[in-house]
Nanobody
């Protein structure tokens, strides 16, 4: 099983980016996105579980998680980006925990993608 993440980069405040996470070796019905800034713990951003989405309060209304079944790929569309959104973003699958926000509750992780938002 492999999660291949892509789509990070540098953007000005107010701009948009889309992250992708392509799964191979297995189909997942749920996936989470997390992020980590220097000196901070990894924090939950969004999740998709059987068509139900969940978001951290800090990104609600600005970020959207979606899925392309045919491509076995999940996306995180990030709009109205703020400098505080700057972080390394990770996708995660194979959830074992009841809580989508539990960073310890996933079996598989993609490589991190840097997202930098300039002010």
């Amino acid at each position: 099983v492999q999660l291949q993440a892509s789509g990070g980069g540098l953007v000005q405040a107010g701009g948009s980016l889309r992250l992708s996470c392509a799964a191979s070796g297995r189909t997942f019905s749920s996936m989470g996105w997390f992020r980590q800034s220097p000196g901070k713990e990894r924090e939950p951003v969004a999740a998709w579980n059987l068509g139900v989405t969940a978001y951290a309060d800090s990104v609600k209304g600005r970020f959207t998680i979606s899925r392309d079944n045919a491509k076995n790929t999940y996306y995180l569309q990030m709009n109205s980006l703020k400098p505080e959104d700057t972080a390394v973003y990770y996708c995660a699958a194979g959830r074992r925990s009841k809580s989508w926000a539990d960073v310890t509750g996933y079996d598989y992780w993609g490589q991190g993608n840097q997202v930098t938002v300039s002010s």
